[in-house]
């Protein structure tokens, strides 16, 4: 469900640019303050690295377009908000930076649709359908709360069409809402599945072994293999409609090394999308990695009454 280069207009290019910084500052500062029991550098990275992996998986949903999980509400559900949704717009930015899969000027847009309302409204869905009766049924919440996260991202990218595509918005907003229709059904499975595995894992084993982190990465490169040979070669929706509302012109305006998850001068085919898409994976994790280990919660001091101090101090 990646916009592609030029395919909304200036005003809701810079709309949807302006809401993704916005949001991605407020979860910036949210995990900074967050408990550092909410996640941990090694978890969230091989998170964001999984949720790379699942969506270079596409397979068909009509006779000549294909689609991809999205992944947001499991992170969103494992992670938290404001940590899923740092991990998922660094698998975006390097989906876009790396193998032009999303075009620059619709980064924003991208961005708040695949990094910031799944993980969002599968995180709050999930914590609101446990406050009734479905608090013990834990993979159904998950189910549920992936397909509304699908629902709410699709619906945002409708109305960014509809809005900034004065062309064919209307008619392509209405196919993208159809289309991914099924994929909230099958998102919904895949999400309960994933959350269910999660927690069979131990979080950690006597040998100081992260079993939950090394599974997942084990995961990701059976993925990566396995999506490789079995996706479709199906172009998605967007990529589909893209031509016949803006050409190829912009298309072709940005094109990294790695454009089209294809390792140059590499065959078989699906080796150089396996060794191309290893690189987003090393680089996807590193950056998470790396960015986790440095948001270290600030430290609150408190005076004996319990009132916190003032942020400065008068000099004497």
Request: some cysteine; overall charge positive; aromatic content about 10%.
């Amino acid at each position: 469900m990646h916009l592609s280069p030029g395919l909304l207009d200036g005003p809701t290019t810079w709309a949807t640019s302006a809401a993704a910084l916005g949001s991605l500052g407020y979860a910036l500062r949210q995990v900074t303050l967050s408990s550092p029991a909410k996640f941990s550098a090694r978890n969230g990275a091989s998170i964001a690295a999984f949720v790379f992996a699942v969506q270079t998986w596409n397979f068909a949903v009509t006779h000549d377009t294909s689609t991809h999980f999205l992944g947001g509400a499991l992170a969103g559900i494992l992670l938290g908000p404001w940590a899923g949704i740092l991990a998922c717009a660094a698998a975006v930015l390097c989906q876009a930076l790396l193998f032009a899969d999303g075009g620059l000027d619709v980064l924003g847009a991208n961005l708040l649709n695949l990094a910031i309302i799944g993980p969002c409204v599968g995180h709050f869905a999930f914590q609101w359908l446990g406050q009734g009766r479905l608090q013990s049924r834990f993979a159904l919440r998950a189910g549920l709360a992936g397909g509304l996260a699908v629902a709410a991202a699709t619906l945002a990218c409708a109305a960014q069409l509809y809005w900034g595509t004065p062309q064919v918005g209307g008619q392509l907003a209405l196919e993208l809402w159809t289309a991914h229709l099924p994929l909230a059904f099958a998102e919904g499975i895949f999400t309960a599945v994933a959350v269910l595995a999660w927690n069979k894992l131990p979080r950690s084993l006597p040998s100081a072994h992260h079993p939950r982190h090394h599974v997942t990465l084990a995961v990701v490169l059976v993925v990566l293999v396995a999506g490789a040979g079995l996706s479709s070669g199906m172009p998605d929706i967007l990529e589909h409609w893209s031509s016949a509302a803006v050409g190829d012109t912009l298309e072709s305006s940005w094109s990294p090394w790695f454009s089209g998850y294809a390792f140059p001068r590499v065959n078989p085919a699906w080796i150089g999308t396996v060794l191309a898409s290893l690189i987003g994976v090393v680089g996807i994790y590193s950056l998470v990695r790396a960015m986790f280990s440095q948001l270290q919660p600030a430290k609150v001091v408190r005076h004996r009454d319990g009132v916190p101090p003032p942020r400065f101090l008068p000099r004497k």
